[in-house]
């Protein structure tokens, strides 16, 4: 986890160097948005095939060979001449966007084999706490690296967090190799406390017959919807990624990056908070937070990101950040401990979908939502994004009572 942090800081930087170096390159803002569409189009693509990749290949390999690409990539645009640097921008928009998203995808899907079904939710919450840390500290230092070492120096960063990574990954003991086998990895599994995505132990066979994703996403009720709520939660976040700056200029035309970073720096405290309180209810109940945390914790997470845009004095804007990042980190990890208690043939399946309906939910929000800032105020647009998240995690939350209500078998608060 602390080479994953590592390396996750390095790709939290270039988010804002990449963005910078291709628009000073092409000296259009349009490069741009077409770099991230390439990146952001790959990441859809892989996920579409990641769960087949981990089948015929061991888990600690890919994350292995992920590591190595990118840091290949990335030392690829540094030396390459003047001539090429647009074809290296395109290799490193391709190559970031897929094995980031493999990475994510295989990290999820192995960590109940690395630390075992029990402590799959304290996995989980270190996982994310390291990635709030490296978010905060890639966004906050970007802006100093490139003014004061240049791209060159950060892309360097990049390429040695890549391979820090890749070093913690080689020495990383995963029972069995971490290879992916059809049923395996269901032992000794621990049921989930709601019963909309209880996968059953019967019947796995006959769900093997379409599609892996597919088959997946059929393993338990209420699961589908669970995935679909999670790419209008990705629309919604669009919504306040680019609303941020906007309204951040309103605030303080003369240093609008003032607001975007406390905003995130209270955001990752809130989350990094909740991680330790989830971590402690583990402990103490022996159960993860599971879907209905997933569920409500989304409504919380929207109505805050409204609330954030509402015009409320700083003080009370400080502490709706708290609360948006709290409830984030609830969700990523009652979201992803739900998905790891699928049996492993079908779980990087699920995560692949997963990954490619998030991808799918943030490019097309990001589209819609650059262009809707041109006409409404970045409230209404926020407001109508993460409003949709809302009333679509109540439709779920019902789902999971119902489902709740209706199972014979035990299940846990």
Not at 49 to 57: D, E, Y
Not at 223 to 231: I, K, N, Q, S, T
Not at 397 to 409: D, K, N, Y
Request: glycine share 12%.
């Amino acid at each position: 986890m602390t080479g994953y942090a590592i390396s996750s800081y390095g790709t939290f930087l270039n988010m804002v160097a990449l963005n910078l170096f291709v628009y000073e390159t092409t000296g259009r803002a349009l490069a741009m948005g077409l770099f991230m569409a390439v990146r952001l189009a790959s990441g859809f693509a892989v996920g579409l095939t990641a769960g087949g990749l981990l089948a015929r290949f061991t888990a600690k390999s890919v994350m292995l060979w992920t590591n190595i690409a990118q840091a290949s990539v990335m030392l690829l645009l540094v030396l390459a001449p003047d001539g090429l640097r647009t074809a290296a921008l395109i290799a490193v928009s391709v190559v970031v966007g897929s094995c980031g998203t493999l990475f994510m995808v295989t990290l999820r899907s192995s960590i109940p084999e690395m630390v075992g079904e029990d402590r799959r939710s304290w996995a989980n919450s270190l996982s994310i706490t390291g990635r709030s840390l490296a978010m905060v500290a890639g966004f906050a230092s970007a802006g100093a690296v490139v003014s004061l070492v240049g791209y060159t120096a950060a892309f360097v960063v990049d390429t040695a967090t890549f391979a820090v990574c890749a070093v913690t990954v080689a020495l990383l003991p995963i029972p069995g190799g971490g290879k992916r086998r059809d049923g395996g990895g269901s032992r000794g599994r621990a049921p989930d406390e709601a019963a909309a995505a209880e996968p059953g132990a019967a019947g796995a066979p006959a769900r093997r017959r379409g599609p892996a994703a597919l088959a997946a996403l059929a393993a338990a009720p209420g699961l589908a919807l669970m995935v679909a709520l999670r790419g209008v939660d990705a629309l919604g976040s669009s919504s306040h990624n680019a609303a941020l700056p906007v309204y951040s200029s309103e605030l303080d035309d003369a240093r609008p990056a003032v607001f975007v970073s406390a905003f995130w720096c209270l955001w990752a405290l809130g989350n990094i908070v909740v991680q330790q309180l989830i971590q402690r209810y583990a402990h103490r109940t022996g159960r993860p937070v599971g879907a209905l945390g997933f569920g409500w914790g989304t409504c919380l997470m929207s109505a805050a990101f409204i609330l954030a845009f509402a015009g409320f004095p700083m003080v009370a804007t400080a502490a709706i950040a708290l609360v948006a990042g709290a409830a984030d980190g609830l969700t990523e990890v009652s979201y992803t401990s739900h998905l790891q208690t699928l049996p492993a043939g079908l779980r990087a399946h699920a995560f692949g979908l997963s990954a490619t309906v998030e991808n799918l939910g943030f490019g097309a929000g990001m589209i819609l939502v650059a262009a809707a800032l041109d006409h409404y105020t970045p409230l209404t647009v926020v407001g109508w994004s993460h409003g949709a998240a809302i009333v679509f995690a109540a439709v779920f939350l019902i789902r999971v009572a119902g489902l709740r209500t209706s199972s014979p078998g035990p299940t846990s608060p």
